[in-house]
């Protein structure tokens, strides 16, 4: 079983930057064939943000970050990061990583091994 802590959230001005990391204990990210990003803000449901497919890097995003949002992995560390660039006041959520062994889930009952979260709160 991987254990999964995500980090870097903290709060941002509307514009700023922000690098979230996943990072995995107990196996590898290889033991899966994707990393997701995951947000929920209060209120509201868990929301896909994007995800990596861990064997070959691709990655994929949802219409409200793309453009915005980058996801990247290192190998080495076993870690998986979310870059965040323009943020909006919308962005404000607390964001998780999970792992899942299909391909192209968007949803959340899709994915297993989910990290604490990390809060992100974007100020206008």
């Known amino acids: 079983q991987v254990q999964l802590v995500e980090s870097g959230g903290g709060l941002v001005q509307a514009g700023g930057s922000l690098r979230l990391s996943c990072a995995a204990s107990?196996?590898?990210?290889?033991?899966?064939?994707?990393v997701g990003w995951f947000r929920q803000a209060p209120g509201k449901e868990r929301e896909f943000v994007g995800a990596?497919?861990?064997?070959?890097?691709?990655?994929y995003y949802s219409d409200s970050v793309k453009g915005r949002f980058t996801i990247s992995r290192d190998n080495a560390k076993n870690t998986v990061y979310l870059q965040m660039n323009s943020l909006k006041p919308e962005d404000t959520a607390v964001y998780f990583c999970?792992?899942?062994?299909?391909?192209?889930?968007?949803?959340?009952?899709?994915?297993?091994?989910w990290g604490q979260g990390t809060q992100v709160t974007v100020s206008s």
């Open positions: 990596i497919i861990w064997s070959d890097g691709r990655t």
């Open positions: 999970a792992t899942t062994t299909g391909y192209y889930y968007t949803a959340p009952n899709g994915y297993k091994n």
């Open positions: 107990g196996r590898t990210f290889s033991s899966y064939a994707m």
